[in-house]
């Protein structure tokens, strides 16, 4: 649940009651989930180098409409077959673009988060997330394109200065509550909630609201589980 409705509910209502089925605001295991900094200026460039880890289809998402075309002019000029998608593209030009997509014509799509939402694709290989979104939940929509019926897949995120700490703070707990690696850039940032022993928001885990995402107890039983088996596998392998 986005946190701008959490707060509306703790604010609004008496005693409420938030029920999760499954993993709340937790992002599937089946994605190997890597998190880069990369410089505004460099993004382009780096994003043709990501685009080699893995064969296509491949989705890019970004935040801003502009930006959206820009990477996809970019890309043809560079002879990747890519299309957008966007709020301000016409029917018939979202229409092209997911049905050239779907049917192999095209390698990459990129798409805004508003616009892609809705949308069903098969054997997505690899999510590039070139702008962060400000919502964790809409971050976990996003890489969730990829990893599905059973199969692995790959998310690339880039971030760097523009990003919001906050935003970069429920990526890192997030991170962990996967068992993913967390890069150094993002263990260095400290929760400012730890310090008051708890949190006004819900968390972002569990969506309980009597604690921060650093102090919840299904982040810590998943991180428990995540060490033992890592343990396991360390002294009774079968390699």
Do not use: W
Request: overall charge neutral; proline content about 5%; charged content about 20%.
């Amino acid at each position: 649940m986005p946190r701008k409705i959490q707060d509306f509910a703790q604010q609004s209502l008496i005693q409420p009651i938030l029920v999760n089925v499954g993993r709340a605001g937790a992002a599937n295991l089946d994605v190997l989930q890597v998190v880069e900094y990369v410089k505004q200026e460099a993004k382009m460039v780096y994003l043709l180098e990501c685009l080699q880890k893995t064969p296509p289809p491949v989705i890019i998402f970004s935040e801003n409409k502009n930006e959206v075309d820009d990477i996809q002019e970019y890309l043809l000029l560079k002879g990747v077959e890519a299309v957008a998608i966007h709020g301000s593209k016409s029917q018939e030009e979202r229409q092209y673009a997911i049905k050239s997509f779907k049917s192999g014509a095209k390698d990459v799509m990129v798409a805004s988060g508003v616009a892609s939402k809705g949308l069903d694709f098969n054997d997505i290989q690899h999510v590039i997330i070139f702008s962060m979104p400000k919502e964790i939940e809409d971050y976990v929509h996003q890489i969730g394109r990829t990893g599905r019926s059973g199969k692995t897949g790959i998310a690339t995120t880039f971030v760097n200065m523009n990003t919001a700490e906050q935003t970069l703070l429920d990526l890192k707990y997030l991170l962990m509550e996967a068992g993913q690696k967390v890069p150094p850039f993002l263990q260095s940032i400290e929760d400012p909630r730890a310090a008051q022993g708890g949190a006004l928001k819900g968390c972002p885990v569990c969506g309980g609201l009597g604690h921060g995402i650093s102090a919840c107890p299904k982040l810590e039983d998943n991180q428990r589980r995540v060490m033992a088996a890592q343990r396991g596998a360390e002294g009774g392998g079968a390699y």
